[in-house]
């Protein structure tokens, strides 16, 4: 019979901020842990810019991005976009002013606390 797909959540997607080898690793690294903890993610595979994946991301129906670029990852955080919420807020706020200020469904926690 067919899968009954439902009930199935999109992946959480891991944006890849940086392209080299060791940032790549760091990636990865993100997503088994989020796997480890039961939660379904994918890095994203492409070379584009933020704007590019987190439309795929969108695309995807994912309710999350995980953002870590180098600012981030020197201080051990990461950014979570939550972006059902997001989409849901753009709605509201009209001046792109007040979006960046506010930075809705948008929150930085340290790495270690990412799963857990």
Same mark, same amino acid.
């Given at each position: 019979?067919? +899968?009954?797909?439902? &009930?199935?959540?999109?992946?959480? =997607? ?5 392209? !080299?080898?060791?940032?790549? %690793? ?27 994946? +987190?439309?795929?991301? &969108?695309?995807?129906?994912?309710? =999350? ?5 180098? !600012?981030?990852?020197?201080? %051990? ?37 990412? =799963?857990?």
């Amino acid at each position: 019979g067919k +899968l009954d797909t439902s &009930d199935v959540i999109a992946p959480v =997607v891991v944006l890849t901020m940086d392209k !080299d080898t060791d940032s790549l %690793g760091r990636y990865q690294k993100i997503v088994a842990e989020l796997r480890a903890a039961g939660i379904r993610s994918e890095m994203y595979l492409g070379g584009a810019g933020m704007k590019a994946q +987190l439309k795929y991301a &969108d695309r995807r129906g994912s309710p =999350v991005a995980i953002i870590q670029g180098g !600012d981030e990852r020197a201080k %051990g955080e990461v950014q979570i976009k939550d972006l059902i919420e997001g989409a849901r807020m753009s709605a509201e706020i009209v001046d792109n002013a007040e979006w960046r200020s506010a930075r809705p469904a948008q929150v930085t926690v340290a790495e270690s606390d990412l =799963v857990g």
